[in-house]
């Protein structure tokens, strides 16, 4: 059952690009926590709430947001695609949180992550992926798509795909393909140098699980970490998957503060 967050109107952030995206903001202690949702997916999700109530608990910010054409951020879906994406992470950061922020991507949110970090390096703490899908576009559609497929989508300039999780369809655009074909991480070193940790599911039919150690070996960060869930899907929400995710989320902020506590006790 939604949290009562979830059913209450969101605040609104009028981006410089014009669009506007809905979002929830908890404040608290930093380094705050930002969750970025995936594909046709929306903020209202299970593991944002429980991420939401999680923060709470521990009085440390939280913000989670509808990316543009989904959830109640303006914008149609079908227009969207990875760069206007990573803008709104963009924005979102810039306008609405302070201090280092920890990026919490949710498959098609972990390259998103990626991304935003590229942009603002100085104020993306650390990186916590969940099945974590960079250069899906090009890696797990355009490339094993049938021929018929590709045509189709570069004549017609969209293809309908069923979706797993709900009756609509997923709209492939022309836009989305290419966008993402300019966007590509996983083909050169990543320069990204904060702590990153990521947990796949074995079983993820949607993202295969050498995706993440692929992920890994691109990133320039040595402070990198990968959990592989023999039993996980792609959606790593049960409430076993959940419970790991804030023991890893607990573990990269032990880590994060140990740099300064030594500091301080000049060991």
């Known amino acids: 059952m939604p949290s009562d967050s979830a059913r209450a109107a969101p605040s609104i952030l009028q981006a410089p690009n014009g669009a506007t995206l809905a979002y929830h903001c908890s404040p608290g202690?930093?380094?705050?926590v930002i969750f970025i949702h995936g594909f046709m997916s929306d903020m209202d999700g299970g593991k944002a709430l429980w991420l939401e109530d999680w923060c709470q608990a521990?009085?440390?910010?939280?913000?989670?947001?509808?990316?543009?054409?989904?959830?109640?951020?303006?914008?149609r879906f079908e227009e969207g695609g990875i760069a206007q994406w990573a803008e709104d992470v963009v924005a979102i950061l810039d306008a609405l949180t302070e201090g280092p922020q920890i990026l919490v991507g949710s498959s098609m949110g972990g390259w998103l992550m990626l991304l935003a970090t590229l942009a603002r390096p100085d104020r993306v703490a650390g990186l916590v992926g969940i099945s974590a899908a960079p250069d899906f576009t090009e890696d797990l559609m355009w490339d094993v798509a049938p021929a018929a497929w590709r045509a189709t989508l570069m004549t017609d300039g969209w293809v309908e795909e069923p979706s797993e999780y709900g009756p609509a369809p997923y709209v492939i655009t022309r836009t989305l393909i290419e966008e993402g074909r300019s966007r590509l991480v996983l083909r050169s070193p990543l320069s990204i140098t904060c702590p990153v940790r990521l947990i796949q599911g074995l079983q993820d039919t949607a993202v295969p699980w050498r995706t993440a150690l692929r992920l890994q070996d691109r990133l320039t960060a040595t402070d990198v970490a990968v959990t592989l869930v023999k039993d996980g899907d792609h959606r790593l929400s049960r409430p076993s998957d959940?419970?790991?995710?804030?023991?890893?989320?607990?573990?990269?902020?032990?880590d994060l503060a140990r740099p300064k506590e030594?500091?301080?006790d000049g060991t």
């Open 29 to 32: 202690t930093g380094p705050g």
């Open 58 to 75: 521990r009085g440390r910010s939280f913000l989670r947001f509808d990316q543009t054409g989904h959830g109640r951020s303006s914008g």
């Open 242 to 254: 959940l419970d790991r995710l804030g023991r890893v989320l607990d573990g990269l902020i032990e």
């Open 262 to 264: 030594e500091t301080e």
